[in-house]
């Protein structure tokens, strides 16, 4: 019988087996954030003990962190600027890798890591963070770990982790002109539910999983949480070869040539079994927005709001009803009529260049609608800079925006910062938990350019209406 990618990368990087079905697993690189990196280097320093490789370990300050122009260590988060200088001692102590506030290569974890090239085919890869899982698009073994499991992988190099299972979600056909990446993950998150995927790794295929750009792709496995997947991956083809070219941290010269000989092999045999296989239909999927208090809670953006018996094959009564409450919602009322109070563009799920330039693409030559506040993070210092090189700055500022500084920022609200009570919110991130981006705070998931047109229209509006100019 034939292995699966993730078998695969698996058995390369089995140190022993444990039993149980438990295994010691090889840790090739580590990434750590200001928010929990800084407890475990001084946890790890405590124990009198120091890194097994400080050149595969990289630390940035992305989720406490203002993204206010002008920021400096001081947050907006009453205790953040001691995680701050907390985590940047601890890294120099320990001799890491450190992306710093004032460091051109900083940014959110996730959008960093990918960029400079950390991430490889074939690589595993931890980090104290849920949404590690968004690196598996480049063909990787990246997941999420705890703070003392961070601080086990950083004195040995080795984690002990309790092998997943197999999932295969193929999605074959084409996605329509208007839908992206962010409305295929919503898709797929709406229809297996949000534990559709526990104790699974999920590795997505087919040929609208394959047309996907490498930031598109990044999009979908990075909301393979909100499946509770242990992980996600996506076999590495020629987009991501060179995409990697070149990156800082990525092989360079002959190691780069023996690098692409091994990448190659990083597919699943045509006889893997997966002890659950999905296929879905690219056709099926439009514009996609969350309705409820959890992802699986989305429907498509010109649709009502779902009655009971269409989703209680997942919800429960109460859920259901306790969604509709806190999201201030009737059964039946069309999604597309909601007015909004704000818009925010930003997470490591939709931060990168390529989401900026099609949010700006609707956005030039309008103007956000005069009650909505509207704000777009760039997912790193290195996207900000590229995209101010474009322009698009100026873009989101002439319609509207405020253009911040790069970092996790109103993806959730422990920098401090919050949109306000009973506000509704159309936002390009990953979660829309009740309190999420602030207490009692009403968000909505979508694309980035749903965010910008509904920021234009005031309310939640298909971005397709935008693509022959501006709508009736």
């Known amino acids: 019988m034939g292995k699966t990618i993730f078998e695969k990368i698996w058995d390369m990087h089995r140190v022993a087996e444990i039993g149980g079905g438990t295994d010691l697993v090889l840790i090739d690189?580590?990434?750590?954030?200001?928010?929990t990196g800084g407890v475990a280097l001084k946890s790890l320093e405590a124990s009198g003990r120091a890194p097994n490789d400080p050149s595969q370990i990289f630390a940035t300050m992305d989720h406490i962190v203002d993204t206010l122009p002008g920021r400096n260590d001081n947050t907006l988060m009453p205790t953040g600027r001691d995680f701050i200088v907390t985590t940047r001692e601890a890294a120099k102590a320990a001799g890491i890798t450190l992306f710093d506030l004032n460091d051109a290569r900083q940014g959110i974890v996730h959008v960093i890591s990918p960029e400079l090239g950390?991430?490889?085919?074939?690589?595993?890869?931890?980090?104290?963070?849920?949404?590690?899982?968004?690196?598996g698009a480049l063909g990787g073994l990246a997941w999420g770990i705890g703070s003392s499991e961070a601080e086990h992988a950083v004195a040995t190099s080795t984690l002990r982790v309790s092998k997943p299972k197999t999932m295969r979600i193929s999605v074959d056909g084409e996605l329509a002109p208007g839908v992206t990446a962010k409305d295929l993950a919503l898709y797929i998150i709406s229809e297996i539910g949000s534990s559709g995927a526990r104790g699974h790794i999920v590795e997505y295929a087919g040929s609208a999983v394959r047309d996907l750009e490498v930031e598109g792709r990044l999009t979908l496995c990075n909301m393979a949480t909100e499946l509770a997947a242990f992980s996600a991956i996506i076999a590495p083809d020629e987009k991501v070869f060179e995409y990697l070219k070149d990156r800082p941290y990525a092989p360079k010269g002959e190691d780069w040539d023996k690098a692409i000989a091994s990448w190659q092999t990083l597919a699943s045999d045509e006889d893997a079994e997966y002890d659950i296989d999905i296929a879905l239909a690219a056709e099926d999927i439009t514009p996609m927005i969350s309705w409820g208090v959890s992802p699986q809670q989305t429907a498509p953006i010109n649709a009502p709001v779902p009655q009971f018996k269409a989703?209680?094959?997942?919800?429960?009564?109460?859920?259901y009803s306790r969604a509709l409450s806190y999201m201030?919602?009737?059964a039946g009322k069309p999604l597309n009529t909601l007015t909004i109070d704000a818009a925010f563009i930003g997470s490591c799920t939709n931060s990168r260049l390529s989401d900026l330039r099609r949010a700006a693409k609707i956005l030039k030559g309008r103007k956000v609608a005069d009650h909505v506040k509207a704000i777009c993070v760039p997912g790193s210092t290195t996207v900000k800079a590229q995209a101010e090189a474009e322009g698009l700055d100026q873009v989101f500022r002439d319609a509207g925006f405020e253009w911040r500084e790069s970092g996790c920022s109103m993806c959730f609200f422990a920098g401090g910062e919050s949109f306000g009570a009973e506000e509704r919110v159309v936002t390009s991130t990953n979660r829309n938990f009740e309190s999420r981006q602030g207490p009692k705070t009403r968000s909505h998931l979508a694309s980035p350019e749903t965010v910008a047109a509904s920021a234009i229209m005031g309310r939640i509006t298909d971005p397709r209406l935008f693509a022959n100019g501006d709508p009736a």
Do not use: N
Not at 311 to 319: A, F, G, T
């Open 328 to 330: 201030d919602l009737k």
């Open 118 to 135: 950390i991430i490889l085919p074939g690589a595993t890869l931890v980090c104290p963070d849920s949404h590690t899982c968004s690196q």
């Open 311 to 319: 989703v209680s094959h997942r919800d429960s009564k109460e859920i």
């Open 29 to 35: 690189r580590i990434l750590l954030h200001e928010r």
